[in-house]
C-alpha cells in the first residue's frame, strides 16, 4: 500500500520515511501555501492513503503571520481532503493539544470543546473543521510534546543547554504528555491502513505519551538519562512569557484511540532512551 506523506523534513515525517511503503513529498512538489499543488499531487500520484504530517509550528511565530499559518494548517489539509474524497482514500491528519484552552487538570477528550489560545491553534483547529467539512474518511490525530534526533523539539533543546549549563530554570505548571515521533509516525501508518478497509473508523482521536509529566519533569528525566550534572529548578509559566501563550493543561485522554485501533499510550521514557541513542550514535 503507497501511502502519500506530505512533510519531508518535519519530525513525524522523517520517521515516516523509515517505512517502505511511503512516499514523502517536500515543498519541490507541494507548497503548503499553494493549497492547489497538494490536491493536484494527490489527485497525479493516486495512493491508497495520505498522511499530513506537515504543518506551520512556529508557534510564536504564528502570532504575527496568522494568514500564512492558515494557508499552511487549514487551507492545505482541506484541499488535501477534497482530493482523498474525490478518489476515495482515507486523510489521516496530525493535529494538536493547542486547539484547547489548557483549563483544568482532567485530560483532554476527543469530544471536548475547544478553544485555542493563539493563532497556532486557531489555525489547527480550522484545519480540523475544514477536513471534517469536506466528509473524506479521516483520522485527525491529535498529539502533544513531539521529540526524536531530528529537528527542534524539546529535548534536543535541553541537551544543548546541558553542554554549558549547570543549572535551569523550567516552567513546571503546564503538564502534558511527551510523546516520540517514531511512535507517532507508526499510529499514523497504522490508522491510514485501518481505514482503508474499515472507513467507519473515521473520527478525532488523542494520542500522547505516559505518564503525563510537567516540562520540569520532563527535563529532569532527560539530563538524568543523557548523565548530565544538570540542576532543574521549577519556575511558573508567567516567569518564562513568550509571544503566544501556552496551555497549561495538555493531558489528553487516549482511551479512543486503544478502543478503536487497540493503540496504547508509550511510555515516553523508553522513546527517550533511543532518541538519546541514536543523537549519541557515531556519525557512519
Known amino acids: 500500500m503507497t501511502v502519500l506523506v506530505f512533510g519531508k523534513t518535519g519530525q513525524v515525517a522523517t520517521e515516516l520515511q523509515r517505512h517502505s511503503t511511503v512516499m514523502a513529498v517536500g515543498r519541490d512538489r507541494a507548497d503548503l501555501t499553494d493549497p492547489a499543488s497538494c490536491s493536484a499531487l494527490i ?7 495520505v498522511i ?8 510564536d511565530k504564528a502570532e504575527a503571520e496568522e494568514d500564512i499559518a492558515r494557508l499552511v494548517n487549514a487551507d492545505a489539509p482541506a484541499a488535501m481532503a477534497r482530493a482523498c474524497l474525490t478518489l476515495g482514500i482515507p486523510l489521516v491528519h496530525i493535529s494538536t493539544d ?16 475547544t ?4 493563532a497556532y491553534g486557531r489555525t489547527k483547529l480550522a484545519g480540523e473543521l475544514a477536513i471534517r467539512e469536506v466528509g473524506c474518511v479521516h483520522a485527525i490525530l491529535r498529539t502533544s510534546w513531539v521529540f526524536s534526533a531530528h529537528g527542534s523539539n524539546f529535548v534536543k533543546t535541553m541537551l544543548r543547554l546541558g553542554q554549558t549549563r549547570t543549572e535551569l530554570g523550567i516552567v513546571e505548571d503546564q503538564v502534558g504528555g511527551p510523546t516520540p515521533a517514531a511512535d507517532v509516525a507508526a499510529v499514523c501508518l497504522s490508522i491510514a491502513s485501518a481505514l482503508v478497509t474499515e472507513p467507519g473508523k473515521r473520527g478525532t482521536y488523542h494520542f500522547s505519551g505516559a505518564p503525563d509529566v510537567s516540562w520540569c519533569a ?11 550534572p544538570v540542576t532543574v529548578t521549577g519556575i511558573p509559566a508567567r516567569d518564562y512569557p513568550t509571544p503566544a501563550q501556552r496551555p497549561a493543561n495538555s493531558r489528553m485522554d487516549c482511551q479512543t484511540l486503544l478502543a478503536q485501533f487497540g493503540i ?21
Open 264 to 284: 496504547a499510550r508509550p511510555d515516553w521514557r523508553g522513546g527517550l532512551a533511543k532518541v538519546l541513542a541514536e543523537i549519541s550514535a557515531p556519525t557512519p
Open 43 to 49: 489527485l497525479s500520484e493516486r495512493p491508497r492513503a
Open 52 to 59: 499530513n504530517a506537515a504543518a506551520y509550528t512556529a508557534v
Open 218 to 228: 520532563f527535563a529532569q528525566s532527560i539530563f538524568v538519562m543523557a548523565g548530565l
Open 98 to 113: 493547542y486547539v484547547f484552552d489548557g483549563g483544568g487538570s482532567v485530560p483532554w477528550q476527543p469530544t471536548d470543546p
Open 115 to 118: 478553544g485555542p489560545l493563539g
